[in-house]
């Protein structure tokens, strides 16, 4: 009965580390996905999260039951407290719903299958470009999807007038799709005079703020500056949703750990809002998986633990701000024709090269080297060794 089954593509950007994983070269280099490396090329595992862990195995009163449908009570009120800042008005008027969810991407599709039911505009804006699931995991939420103006490839910056025009030209009540920080794929933030700007323009026009939170504390290295343009659209007392994810800042990918939260007019609002994101979540998977919302919640309610993640979190966004200096440096040393200081001003994991696609499969068949189509690589994926390597790629693509 399947046999008219056609193959379905694979991800581009998980089908990056497929094509890696085939490649039996001993250069060979993966910059496609953005997970956390060390200088030594291997995944982290954070002291704070082997703590915690050993601290939950020790507890016998911790054990395996289900959660309920909205999660880990603490995970939830701390989870708000980290990205709404603990004095939030919004959380001591107890007007925040949040609800623990299946990483970023399972926050944004429970999100977004709210809205399918409950928004009276179930269209949603996206900066061109973004994270590539952001399409296909609203359109499967049954919203419909359009695009604003973000980056601008002359400049490598942000196109600060076509976002604003775009916005302007939204009806009243649109989703408005927000990365709070390091944007993907490009790592171009708007500064915060732009964002005050945009926060006037989307509350003068109705619009609704999503904001997508992969990264807090992962830009700047530190979570209070990072969740800055989140806590302004907070601070003026508008409606917004936020979907947090775990899974870069302290490096639990696997563990599919993430929270969303309705930022609501009246704590009765916010009430009636969580009853609703319980019908979203219970048909899909009935409850979130207990383990990693349990690590969070250790390390969150403990100051000792909490102190040292900080620092763990410094480390890996010190590194990575390194890996930027390291690879603009090289580029100087081997003279490659072009502006490269782009990489040395983005923000976050990510350098949007500016490569194009010949250029991305020509490193990748004489390099060996691994990133998506569009030129995006992950800094975190480079060490000090590697560098030279991506330089000279880099090099040979330009002047090739
Ligand atoms: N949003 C953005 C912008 C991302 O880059 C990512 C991770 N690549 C996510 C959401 C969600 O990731 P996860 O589901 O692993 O938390």
Redesign the pocket.
Known sequence: VFAHVAQAQDDPILGVTVAYNKDPSPVKLNLGV?AYRTEEGKPLVLNAVRKAEQQLVADRSHVKEYLPISGLADFNKLSAELMFGADSPAILENRISTVQC?????S?RVGGEFLASHHHQPTIYFPTP??G??HKIFTRAGLSVKAYRYYDPTTRGLNFHGLMEDLGSAPPGAVVLL?ACAH?PTGVDPTLQQWEQIRKLIRSNGLLPFF?S??QGFASGSLDADAKPVRMFVADGGELLA?Q?Y??NLGL?GE?V?ALSVVCGSSDVARRVESQLRVVIRPLYSSPPIHGASIVATILKDRDLFHEWTLELKEMADRVISMRHQLFDALQKTGTPGDWSHIIEQIGMFTFTGLNKAQVEFMNKEYHIYMTPDGRISMAGLSTRTVPHLANAIHAAVTG
Not at 102 to 106: A, D, I, K, Q, R
């Open positions: 953005g299946l990483s970023g991407t399972g944004l973004t994270w699931n952001h990365h993907n997508d992969a990264y979907a994810s899974a870069k990918y599919r993430g």
